[in-house]
């Protein structure tokens, strides 16, 4: 019985989660590496910005409303320096904080994430390649990364720290994983599994229908 298309693109589908949530995982893994290459871009055109004397001190009692409302839109908070004027290189960094906590785990669950993402490859270049791949496998492979990502939301959530551009950048990350799986899973329950029987109960399946 030749493979149902369902059954490859199932695979392919897959690979992809596997493959782009692979290297999501190793960059959770080195979060702490590229906070510190971000945050020395930021200081670095800061001081260029301070050296030119582009932008002068402001007070948040210099800026109009509109000008505050857009501050506050882009940031957790409106950061301010011993003499009161605005410290705009802390105020844009502040979504982009990190906690200790959030730290930690990305690390952990990186590790972890990337230990599924490699099953997630396998199972689904084999799905391609061959057709060893049991029915329940399937099942399996993609309800393990269901949990996986349920798991993480419900920690990356505890964390109450964080800046909001770190909290919704995960919860995106996240739920789009979950819908690529829920939609794989889907597909999966409406089509035709004929293909994974034995040859022998497949044969007997279609003799049933006649």
Do not use: H
């Not at 693109?9 to 971000?38: P, Q, Y």
């Not at 009161?84 to 785990?105: A, E, V």
């Not at 899973?185 to 035709?192: F, R």
């Amino acid at each position: 019985m030749s493979k149902p298309g369902w059954v490859t693109f199932i695979g392919v589908l897959i690979i992809l989660i596997g493959g782009c949530g692979a290297m999501n995982r190793v960059s959770d893994i080195n979060t702490d590496k590229l906070m510190k290459v971000v945050e020395q871009s930021i200081n670095e055109s800061s001081a260029n910005v301070d050296k030119d004397s582009i932008r002068p001190p402001r007070k948040i009692e210099d800026l109009d409303s509109n000008a505050v409302k857009n501050i506050e839109m882009f940031s957790d908070s409106i950061v301010t320096d011993s003499a009161g004027n605005i410290d705009f290189k802390k105020t844009m960094m502040s979504p982009l904080k990190m906690s200790d906590y959030r730290l930690t785990w990305l690390k952990r669950l990186g590790w972890i994430g990337l230990i599924v993402c490699i099953v997630y490859l396998i199972v689904g270049f084999l799905l391609v390649i061959t057709n060893k791949v049991p029915l329940n496998a399937l099942y399996l492979t993609i309800s393990i990364g269901l949990f996986y990502s349920i798991f993480r939301m419900f920690i990356m959530n505890a964390d109450a720290e964080s800046g909001k551009f770190m909290v919704w950048g995960e919860n995106i990350n996240v739920v789009f994983g979950m819908i690529m799986n829920v939609i794989g899973l889907i597909v999966i329950g409406v089509s035709d599994k004929s293909f994974f029987r034995p040859k022998e109960a497949t044969e007997d399946y279609y003799d049933d229908m006649v």
